[in-house]
């Protein structure tokens, strides 16, 4: 799993102080001092971008703006402009000084960090008919300060399964820029790998094999891993001689890890369409109408075929 962890210090903007000013006029004497503008806030906001963690490792304090101080001639000082710091979808802020948690686990989603201070009164707002002169305002508040540990944690949109040897890792890198290795034998991939197609997160896993739920193969404890993913991607070689066969077996070993699995939106995608006649893929896609899946035939060669396969992609919504 890529974890990619960095600390930064954020300060929200000071509240500006208000001020004692008295009117000149005759006619209109009298307390005029406006009140300090309200700090920026520092928020953190969710974006699609993975690498978005990068821009902290070289700069690491950051300030939201001061409000101003307040005028003469009641006039208020302005507020200070927030600050709003990018993190990828996926990232936990751990608050050092709290020990706080806050995951951001949807595109825009926002978290406030620091509040800005609050803005010192002018002495306009002091007056009273006791007191028609006062000469007191308020200074501004400081704004908060707060060191934040910011953890990204990849949660995979969506799962690659299927046996092994079916085009699982060659798919994940013929439309990500992941470099899952790939090779003609059983067990290639060990671990998941992941990718990011525009921002949806593709975690590419282990085959699995009949009777991975008791331990066959390379097992099925990393079905973990796409428990929370939204869709799953389903593989199936059209090389094989019974694809719903296949099929079925793996739908067997999802349901005896976690049967919530069986229950996710997922795609069939019958994978090495180049290496079959058309007229036997026409026959697998038939086959296979009894998943009620969609069912797309794919070859890595085939820009055609991939491109099916990116617009399911772009239309899982993250
Ligand atoms: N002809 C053809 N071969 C493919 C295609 N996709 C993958 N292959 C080949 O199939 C073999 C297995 O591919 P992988 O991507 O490693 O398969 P996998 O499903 O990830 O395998 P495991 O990691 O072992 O589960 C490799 O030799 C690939 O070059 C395809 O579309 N057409
Ligand atoms: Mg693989």
Known sequence: M?????????????????????????????PTGGSGGRGGDVYLE?????????????????????????RSAFRDG??????????PRGTV???????????????????????GGTGGKGNFLFRSATNTTPKRADPGLPGQTAEIELELKLIADVGLVGLPNVGKSSFLNAVTNAKSPVADYAFTTLEPHLGAF????????????????????????????????RVLFHFITATSEDPLADYETIRAELGAYNKALLEKPEYVFVSKADDVSP????????????????????????????????AILKGIVI
Request: glycine share 12%.
């Open 2 to 30: 890529l974890v990619d962890v960095v600390k930064i210090k954020v300060a929200a903007g000071n509240g500006g102080d208000g001020i004692v000013t008295f009117s000149k006029v005759k006619m209109t004497l009298g």
């Open 93 to 115: 802020a751990h608050n050092c000084a709290t020990g706080a948690s806050f995951e951001l686990t949807k595109v825009g989603e926002r978290l406030l960090v620091a509040s």
């Open 198 to 229: 525009y921002g949806v997160i593709i975690a590419d896993l282990p085959g699995l094999i009949e009777g991975a739920s008791e331990g066959k193969g390379l097992g099925i404890k990393f079905l973990r891993h796409i428990e929370r993913t």
């Open 279 to 310: 007229e036997r893929m026409k026959e697998i896609v038939k086959s296979l109408k009894k998943t009620k899946r969609a069912v797309t035939p794919l070859s890595v060669f085939d820009d055609a075929s991939l491109e099916a396969a990116k």
């Open 46 to 70: 969710a974006v699609p971008d993975l690498g978005a963690l990068r821009k902290y490792r070289t700069q690491k304090d950051f300030h939201a703006e001061d409000g101003r101080a307040g």
């Open 78 to 87: 302005h507020r200070g402009e927030e600050l709003v710091l990018q993190v």
